[in-house]
């Protein structure tokens, strides 16, 4: 799939495979994740609706995906394009999860640029600059809190005004709108949390219940494992 040059402003993705070193470990487990990620994740941007007048372009190298909004500077709306890129991320997010993998994805907006350029006959490199790529990798790297598996969250810094508005005002929310599900956490200064895995905004606490639940229950069964080694 082709991606025309870009330069500007932009919402940018920055995608993971949750565990890959792991799977590295397991036979094909690794390459059965990438498999997965490849192919629905191209799929999903090749059948955008191209009526919306922008588009999600994506990048996928390795264990990571990189999705980008290639928008025209001259007549732009953020909260539009916003909407279709969690579009995409909740899409991919669903096929991973539906074959038994996870993804954590962050998203940053700032300035990106990306150039297609072949070097030789042969080569190809494709070179990524701007600040929006670079604070989405590191907060899906090294960003606090620790991002965990399945979620997908936006850095609030340097955010559009209009987006920060739409996310702050009160209003009538509706199930069929993807920024609905969009929250702050109180613990959390930085980011807002995507919930692309359920269907309407009230859902929210109760899959947070059961989310925290699953990772207590991991930490009593490490608990357990480390009381029980000494009867053996």
């Not at 090749?46 to 007549?75: H, T, W």
């Not at 640029?113 to 090294?142: C, H, M, T, W």
Request: negative net charge.
């Amino acid at each position: 799939m082709a991606i025309s040059n870009f330069d500007g402003n932009t919402f940018v993705a920055f995608m993971d495979i949750s565990g890959f070193k792991e799977f590295m470990k397991q036979n094909n487990k690794a390459w059965e994740a990438l498999d997965i990620l490849y192919t629905y994740g191209y799929r999903t941007l090749s059948e955008q609706n191209d009526r919306i007048g922008f588009k999600v372009e994506g990048i996928f190298i390795s264990d990571c995906g990189v999705l980008f909004i290639k928008n025209n500077e001259d007549d732009r709306n953020t909260i539009d394009e916003l909407t279709q890129l969690l579009k995409v991320i909740r899409t991919i997010n669903q096929k991973m999860v539906d074959n038994d993998f996870m993804l954590t994805t962050s998203i940053a907006y700032g300035h990106f640029k990306y150039q297609e350029r072949i070097e030789f006959p042969g080569i190809e490199k494709n070179p990524i600059y701007g600040s929006a790529y670079v604070s989405a990798f590191l907060d899906n790297e090294n960003g606090t809190p620790k991002i965990q598996p399945g979620q997908c969250r936006i850095i609030k810094r340097n955010l559009p005004t209009e987006i920060n508005a739409n996310f702050q005002n009160e209003r009538d929310f509706e199930t069929n709108n993807v920024l609905d599900l969009i929250r702050a956490k109180d613990r959390d200064n930085g980011h807002y949390y995507f919930y692309w895995n359920i269907q309407n905004r009230n859902e929210i606490d109760n899959f947070e219940r059961h989310y925290n639940d699953s990772y207590n229950l991991k930490f009593s069964g490490m608990l357990k494992a480390l009381k029980g080694i000494r009867n053996i």
